[in-house]
């Protein structure tokens, strides 16, 4: 058996894994609640790579799962580059919104934009989607746990205001 480059990196990963669970440890639950829970997952799956590349198989495993990936030739290139313009456009309009009204505001406030003017859904689907995403968003982060938010900088001014 050799030692390649891929056991390496998984070593290197159950590390730094085990490294941000011990850290995380000492802090209080609802800081550590997310960087021990990803290091947890991130270490066990290391850990059965790291046994998988050790105690097992074939030289040429990797070889196996490889298939063939290539982009559509057949698509016009100013449709693709007004796709990426408008994806480019939605991130940046979804930043401002943060910036300007805040993640509460924000997340709903998005996803009733894009599926009515994007995926052109209708009324009654988008305003459903939307507030399950808005509920589960509150429910969680807001309610649950506890976790504050910077208003956005026109309910900042408006604040300062009255």
């Given at each position: ?18 490294g941000v669970v011990t850290k995380a440890l000492k802090w209080p639950l609802k800081a550590s609640l997310f960087p021990i829970t990803v290091g947890t997952g991130l270490f066990f799956m290391t850990v059965a790579m790291v046994l998988l590349d050790m105690l097992g198989g074939k030289e ?103």
């Open positions: 058996m050799r030692f390649k480059g891929e056991t390496f990196i998984s070593l290197c990963l159950t590390g730094v894994a085990v040429d495993r990797g070889k196996e799962l490889t298939m063939d990936f290539s982009f559509s030739k057949d698509i016009d290139r100013t449709l693709v580059i007004r796709r990426t313009l408008l994806t480019c456009l939605w991130i940046f309009g979804f930043s401002m919104l943060i910036l300007f009204l805040g993640f509460p505001i924000a997340i709903p406030l998005f996803l009733l934009l894009n599926l009515k003017l994007q995926a052109r859904e209708g009324w009654r689907v988008s305003l459903l989607l939307t507030g399950s995403v808005w509920g589960f968003f509150f429910g969680l982060f807001i309610w649950l746990l506890d976790m504050p938010f910077q208003e956005g900088l026109i309910l900042k001014w408006l604040g300062g205001i009255g």
